[in-house]
């Protein structure tokens, strides 16, 4: 199962850590050897276009954790500085920018919540956009509640229970995508958080709108424009927190969301290419300065290395460590600190490349179709930062015989993976006779792109030529 890597204690060592410390999404199958999302914590030769999903471990990634375990790992609020250090050099980020570690891109939502707690006397009015199109935990991580049967520290627990301390948290889900499955309009969207923002003024609660950078189909919602009027509108009485978790994200729309004062989520364990769970938060220091104590029951979910020392009430929060997640870090600051080496005009000629071969080897031959990540009317519109976003494609593939339906999709999905071919989860976006076609992912990762951009771009072409009919072939005879 596992590729050419050394096989010895170091790596039934590392195997291990990079599969403890989350919750029971983590866990290997005793059988399989693969998680929840049918990725391995180790290089597997496997066809792999998973990264709106989950990776295995690259090759590169895993012997320099090897390196990094045999060295012996520092001390965890040691550990975890220095990987800050690297995150803030690698996305080039000003010292007033903290930075809040926690085991899944679902855990982040406490993070947002516990930096607004206390604005208003009656509580929170979390608004997410398009709850399909973000991770499915995140419904009761937005509510304050937990979402799995225990944590990362290990603590059982009941998802849907409050977290002590939030309080009250109230939640509006604000579709990006019509009944029908066509992307919604950013303005239309931008009138839905306005009138919502205005509820919570009205009900005495503090409005907490998340914006949507890069969705599981690749939507940026609202547009920067709309954003900007947002918040010269309602000033102090709102905060933004942007979901970028799958990580498609310039380092100057990363620093633009900043600048205007917004908490950012990333993870690791998607674009970036390293291996699941893993994530962060990128928080103003004024933010984090403003907030109010953070909740005594986040100390079920979070160890007080993982928030910075200044954060109000941090020592609520246990001492103990997370080794499993400081490796999963590390893979993951690994392959960001290259994919941000890579000279710009490469990657858009890579990610040329790529657009042309899924089109010309999957999408006309098998007679599929591109979701569009955008509203009807707006293909010709210039898009504020599209490079990294065009790393991701979602096919409708509601018209093969085996996948006219999203269960059809899913289960087509778990048969290619356990036999060598990961693509992307389906995604409810397309509407077929009242209820949701199928759908697949193909999407690149930040590894895939340093390997591909190393070639010279006839071998890449060809590559990713070879690549793209073999997942023809598979969805063919399926």
Partial sequence: MLASVVRDDCTHRLIELLSDGGDARIALDPESGLNKYFSAPYPRRTLAYASSTANDVSEDAFA?????????????TDHLERLRGRIRAAYALADDTEIVFAPSGTDLEYVALAAVLGKAPGGIHNILLGADE?????????????????????????????????????????????????????????ASIAQEIERAHAQG??????????????LILPEPA????????????????VDACQARIT???????????????????????????????????AMMQAAAPLPTGLGQVFRQAEFPAS????D??????????????????????????????????????????????????????????????????????????????????????????????????????LNGLRLGQPVKCVRLNGGWGGTLRVGLSMPQVVRLCALAPDEAEASLRADMRKIAAALRAS
């Avoid at 954060?311 to 941090?314: D, E, H, L, Q």
């Avoid at 990610?351 to 009317?377: I, N, W």
């Fill in 64 to 76: 320099y954790l090897r390196v990094v375990l045999g060295q012996g790992l520092p001390a965890y």
């Fill in 134 to 190: 973000v991770g499915s935990g995140c419904i009761h991580s937005a509510h304050g509640r937990f979402f799995a049967g225990e944590t990362a520290l290990g603590v059982a627990t009941t998802p849907g229970a409050p977290i002590e301390g939030f309080g009250y948290v109230d939640l509006a889900d604000i579709p990006v995508r019509c009944g029908e499955g066509q992307a919604l309009d950013s303005a239309a969207i931008s």
């Fill in 205 to 218: 609660l503090h409005p907490l709108v998340h914006v949507v950078h890069g969705s599981k189909t690749g």
């Fill in 226 to 241: 709309e954003l900007e009027a947002l918040g010269n509108r309602f000033g102090a009485g709102v905060d933004f927190v």
């Fill in 251 to 285: 380092i100057a729309a990363l620093h633009a969301y900043l600048d205007t004062g917004a908490m950012v989520f990333l993870t690791g364990s998607k674009f970036m290419g390293g291996p699941p769970f893993n994530g962060f938060a990128l928080v103003p220091r």
């Fill in 311 to 314: 954060w109000p009430g941090a």
């Fill in 316 to 417: 609520c929060l246990g001492q103990g460590d997370n080794p499993g997640l400081a490796l999963r870090y590390e893979a993951s600051i690994f392959e960001l600190e290259r994919f941000q080496r890579l000279p710009i005009d490469e990657v858009a000629a890579l990610l040329k490349l790529f657009e042309t071969a899924l089109q010309e080897e999957v999408v006309a031959p098998l007679g599929v179709r591109l979701v569009r990540p955008f509203a009807e009317g707006h293909e010709n519109e210039p898009r504020e930062n599209p490079i990294e976003m065009r790393t991701l494609a979602t096919l409708d593939v509601s018209m093969l015989e085996a996948t006219p339906g999203f269960d059809d999709a899913q289960q087509l999905h778990r048969q290619l993976a």
